[in-house]
C-alpha cells in the first residue's frame, strides 16, 4: 500500500489536492501499523531469548482496552464492522506491564479486524473475577487455517525466516508468550464460518496479595 500510493503521487503530476491528502493519509496509517508489527517482531524476538522483562504496575485493563478500540475504529469503519463491547463500568485493576499487554491485546482486535468481512461482527467482552480478569475477543471471520494453529501450538516455533512475515502466526505467537510471561493463559476456538474467539485470562492474586 505505502509503495502503491507514493508511486502514484509521484506518477501522477495532476492529482488534485483533496487525493493527495487521502493518499499520504492512507501512507502514514500503514508506515503506523507496519512500525508497530516490526516492533512486535522485535519483542517476540526478545521473548524467545529470554531477554525481555515486564514492567509491571498496576492499572485499569479497561480503560486500556477502550483506548485501543479508539485507536481501531477508523480501520473497523472502513469494512463498516460492527462492534460490541462489553466492558465493566468500574475500574478493573490488575498488575502486569501495560505496554506488553496493550499491544497484545491490540494485535488480536487487528488480527479480527483483518480477518473480518465487510458488515462483520466484533464482540469484546471483560470479565471481573476475584483471582483473575478475562478477556474475549471474538469476530465473525475468516477460519485460522490449521497449518496457523500447528505453528502456534510447537512451543520452540517464534520468528523465522519462514513466518517473519506472517502477521497471524506472529501475532497469536506474541500474544501467547506475553500472556505466559504473566502467568496467564491464552486460547482461542476457530470454527468454519464461525468466526474465531480468543480468550485471555490474566492472574489478578499477585495484585491482590500486594494490596
Not at 492512507?26 to 512500525?35: D, H, S, T
Not at 478475562?134 to 469476530?139: A, G, P, Q, V, Y
Not at 497471524?168 to 496467564?184: A, R, Y
Amino acid at each position: 500500500s505505502i509503495i502503491g500510493f507514493s508511486e502514484t503521487i509521484d506518477s501522477e503530476s495532476d492529482i488534485d489536492e483533496e487525493m493527495r491528502e487521502e493518499f499520504n493519509r492512507e501512507i502514514l496509517n500503514e508506515a503506523k501499523r507496519l512500525a508497530k508489527l516490526i516492533n512486535e517482531v522485535l519483542d517476540t524476538s526478545r521473548v524467545t531469548g529470554k531477554k525481555i522483562l515486564l514492567n509491571k504496575t498496576t492499572f485499569d485493563i479497561a480503560s486500556l482496552i477502550k483506548e485501543i478500540i479508539i485507536e481501531q475504529t477508523g480501520m473497523m469503519n472502513k469494512k463498516k464492522l460492527i462492534l460490541n463491547p462489553d466492558l465493566p463500568l468500574s475500574e478493573t485493576i490488575i498488575y502486569a506491564d501495560r505496554n506488553k499487554i496493550y499491544d497484545s491485546v491490540s494485535s488480536l482486535l487487528r488480527y479480527s479486524i483483518s480477518a473480518s468481512t465487510k458488515k462483520g461482527r466484533i464482540s469484546i467482552m471483560l470479565s471481573d473475577f476475584d483471582e483473575e480478569i478475562e478477556l474475549i475477543i471474538s469476530d465473525t471471520g475468516a477460519e485460522i487455517s490449521e497449518t496457523v494453529i500447528n505453528k502456534l501450538l510447537e512451543s520452540e516455533h517464534l520468528i523465522t525466516k519462514e513466518n517473519f512475515t506472517s502477521e497471524p502466526v506472529h501475532s497469536l505467537v506474541f500474544t501467547k508468550q506475553i500472556v505466559d510471561l504473566h502467568g496467564g493463559l491464552f486460547t482461542f476456538e476457530s470454527e468454519l464460518n464461525g468466526g474465531t474467539s480468543f480468550v485471555i485470562k490474566l492472574p489478578r492474586i499477585k495484585y491482590l496479595q500486594q494490596s
